[in-house]
């Protein structure tokens, strides 16, 4: 075991990423779970990344603005897609879901077909680099769930359709460059499954409670043992998931 990694310095900024990514996911996950459209996360996370593979691909700068925006406008066309298949096909919305979620995994590795580096980039959107997130990422992404959180919670009941899928496609945008597609998707679902049961007024906070441990111990195990850092925490969010299930 190494605890030499186990410090505050190397996990701090990595724990940090995961809290700011949980402060919208939480809420907005137990949402997605009502209203039973589990896969509409992985298909805008995959959207998001499309984005940046294709600002990526044109040349522009990993961390510039030009490529939060590429990301933005593509989760937010993604999100209003799925606003308007949601209206004029409820009856075969997940399928749809699903489609669209191949359709951008599969552009991304087209993008990335020539590109030398486009493995190890693929990995990168996926898995996530928790543990490398910059300042400025940080920053980025605490500013723009400070503005989601205020929306959700002053204006929640007046958002409709539209705006939480606006709000959703925002969330995941920052959340995708943060920590990858399959903690995205893990800190959306696997803390609302794993606290459906409980109390109304108890269900947020304990999602709360249940992503910030995981985190925390997905992350030190990672520096122990010397794993990738997303893989660690998304199984730790899965056997904590348990754990709450089984409290319930």
């Known amino acids: 075991m190494n605890w030499d990694a186990v410090s505050w310095t190397i996990l701090g900024p990595a724990l940090l990423a995961g809290l700011i990514v949980l402060s919208t996911h939480i809420p907005l996950g137990q949402q997605v779970l009502q209203r039973g459209i589990v896969f509409i996360d992985l298909a805008v996370a995959q959207i998001a990344a499309l984005g940046v593979v294709l600002a990526d ?3 522009f700068e990993p961390q510039g603005l030009q490529v939060q925006v590429a990301a933005v406008v593509s989760a937010l066309l993604g999100a209003l897609l799925l606003t308007w298949i949601e209206k004029k096909w409820p009856e075969v919305q997940e399928a749809l879901i699903g489609a669209l979620f191949v359709l951008a995994a599969s552009g991304s590795i087209l993008l990335l077909a020539n590109n030398p580096h486009g493995g190890e980039h693929l990995k990168d959107l996926l898995a996530g680099q928790i543990l490398w997130v910059s300042p400025s990422q940080l920053l980025w992404g605490a500013l ?3 503005v989601i959180l205020v929306a959700w919670f002053g204006f929640r009941e007046r958002l409709g359709r539209a705006g939480f899928y606006v709000l959703f496609a925002l969330a995941v945008t920052v959340s995708v460059q943060l920590v990858g597609v399959y903690l995205v998707f893990s800190s959306l679902i696997m803390p609302a499954l794993a606290v459906r049961a409980w109390q109304t007024h108890r269900r947020l906070l304990a999602g709360y409670a249940l ?9 030190t195990l990672s520096g122990l043992f010397d794993l990738p850092a997303g893989a660690v925490t998304v199984w730790s969010l899965a056997a904590l998931g348990v754990v709450f299930s089984a409290l319930a």
Do not use: I, M, P, R
């Not at 992503?211 to 992350?219: E, I, R, T």
């Open 211 to 219: 992503g910030g441990v995981a985190y925390g111990l997905g992350l």
């Open 57 to 59: 691909t044109l040349g």
């Open 144 to 146: 723009v769930s400070a």
